[in-house]
Each structure stands twice: as C-alpha cells, then as structure tokens.
C-alpha cells in the first residue's frame, strides 16, 4: 500500500468565501472528470493491464488522484466557509445548498451526483487508456 501524511500536498488557504468559484471546484471535485472520477477510473481499470509494471502505474496514479480529491475539497469548504445567504444565491449555490449545506458532496456544477457512469473499464488496457487520454483533455 502507500504512506498517509495527514498533510495536504499543496496548503489551501482561502480567506474570502466565493460561492462561484466553489460551484467551479465542486465541478473539479465530484463532476465526469474531476478527481473522484480520475481516481476511481484508474482503480478499476488497474486489474485489466497485463504487466505488473502497468498495474502499479495506475494504482499510483489513482491514489495520486484521491490526494488531489483531497485538495479540491478543501478548496471547496474553504470557499464555502461563511457565505451569507445572498452570496449562495448570487453565486448559483442555493440548489447544492438547500441539499448539502456547506458539506463538501462529490457531484457536477449543474449538481448531478457523481456516478461511476462517468468513466468506462473495458477490461482491454488498449481501450481503457485511450479512454483515460480522453478523459484527461489528451489529443488522441
């Protein structure tokens, strides 16, 4: 397994609430491509490569996800740390808001919850990193 520094990689520190820009990094928590979905799609599709070489890349990469998921969701509750009501209506956070208060909850911008949905594991390691290059931004 890995070592658990109970540490943020990178220190969040955000002293102005923005409800806008949290709606932004709620997206990049929990939406089809945010961390969650990174990370999960990397732990599953670890099972199908065929070398062991390739198997430890992705379980490293998808634990390298999960401490991102980290970071982003204490961006998101650092952002969301004392809006007033105007504010979580003025930034589009009042349907996240009437449903998850300032509870940090894995879903896209528009609030759809995250699903595994999001991501595929065909069980052929050729497809399956096609489709994390896709999912990632990368120009197949």
């Known amino acids: ?47 199908s490569m065929v070398t062991p070489e390739a198997k430890a890349t992705l379980n490293d ?28 209506i003025e930034g589009g956070l009042e349907a996240y808001y009437v449903n998850h208060g300032f509870g940090v909850y894995p879903c896209s911008a528009a609030g759809v919850p995250f699903s595994a949905a999001a991501f595929q594991s065909k069980g052929d390691p050729i497809t399956d990193l096609y489709e994390d290059m896709a999912a990632d931004g990368a120009i197949i």
């Open 1 to 47: 397994m890995w070592i658990y520094e109970k540490k943020l990689q990178f220190p969040v520190k955000i002293t102005r609430p923005d409800a806008r820009m949290a709606k932004i990094m709620i997206e990049q928590y929990g939406g089809c491509d945010g961390e969650w979905g990174a990370a999960h799609r990397y732990l599953s599709q670890r099972y």
């Open 61 to 88: 990469i998808a634990t390298e996800e999960l401490g991102h998921a980290e970071i982003m969701g204490t961006i998101v509750r650092q952002l969301m740390q004392g809006l007033t009501k105007d504010q979580i």
